[in-house]
């Protein structure tokens, strides 16, 4: 499923226009992007929490040549699926 078709089914299981649906996908995305700079978690609970991991400088090696390189340290976004969400795929 990608962005347009999860508007496409928001928009059918609430009555909503797609229009309306796609404001409202596009607001819950930025609520938790905005929040995620901030250093914030996100728990929805029953479904899972978005969180931000630290990763630390490490060196690597280039897969061409085989060279040392710095790989310099960043945030990664992180998602932990719920119990809720779990036993529904389950």
Known sequence: MN???LIGTVAEATG???NDASKAVEAVFDSITTQLKKGDEVRLVGFGTF???KRKAS???NPRTGEPMKISA???PKF???KGLKDAVN
């Open 16 to 18: 909503m226009t797609k």
């Open 59 to 61: 060196t690597g090696r």
């Open 80 to 82: 932990k699926p719920g």
């Open 3 to 5: 962005k347009q078709e």
């Open 74 to 76: 960043s945030s990664q």
């Open 51 to 53: 969180s931000v991991t």
